[in-house]
DNA sequence: AATTTTGCGGTCTATATCATCCATGGCCGT
DNA sequence: ACGGCCATGGATGATATAGACCGCAAAATT
């Protein structure tokens, strides 16, 4: 990973249509050699995928919500994971310090939402207790991508 | 924003760079009309871009930390909201519900590095208060994109 | 009510661009 | 001087993209 990855890299990430020639004029070198650092960049995984970043209120997922969660004592916590994987609203989910045990991130269309969320949870009896926090708004949103299912 | 739309997103979500025949094929439509739909959903912005996903660790960004932030009480708000958006190791900030005024994601090369962002905050007067959280390991990680500079 | 009009979304074809492969050749470090 | 690594350039087959045309359905007109 030289310079010049990198500088391929942040061009693709900002249009990854851009065509090999056009990356190459930027970087001086030919459509070749560009193609061959992507070929590496991809294989050696540094690239996880192409892919497209969407607009959350055409998605229908205009609402983001924090929740933290304190599992419930006897909850098998493995079958929270593979829970939390499937879940289509659940963008995140992270084993954190302090006094939560996880930290989930989802998206849904409304905030009416989140309680059939919240229930489904109890209902599989994964919660312990939890705490909602709700984003109002986003100085910094951070890009929608859709989960990676590979 | 039809049935063939959302496959189409899914299919480019997944790897945006199968041929438009490709794509055709699954959804029984010429390569034509998927590229017309494409434009579309580019065009009205329900997709913002076309993007790589990067993995963190080649990246030398593996720590991935949360922290609250109850900001300084003679803070320009908006002045902290542009900083958000330029230092490049926030994904993520939100004004959020509850104790907390924000919540900001951030991505470094290892703990150590959490010190000088927080020394950073507060040298730029905005920090009141803040509780920091690590993520310990992630069961949903959420994909890494580059910030889009647009 | 029947007919025309309009517009959207599709197919097909042609063309220019593009990614991809391979053989060649330079450069650097040992 | 030699070997490995990386870039180059040209050939080729695939691909995106534009344009002309068609069909259908809904709306408007008579």
New binding site residues.
Partial sequence: M?D?DRKIISFLSADA????????GNV?????????????LTAQGTIRRFTVELDPAAMGLETLVYVWIALHEDADESAFRRYAAAQAAILECHHVTGRWSYLVKIRVGSPPEIEGFLADLKAQKFLGRSETVIALSSPVAGALVQKDNS
């Avoid at 249509?17 to 190459?24: C, F, V």
């Avoid at 560009?34 to 070929?39: A, F, G, L, T």
């Fill in positions: 030289d010049i249509r851009r065509s090999l020639a056009d990356i190459g001086n070198l030919s459509p070749s050699s560009v193609n061959e650092r992507i070929r590496r």
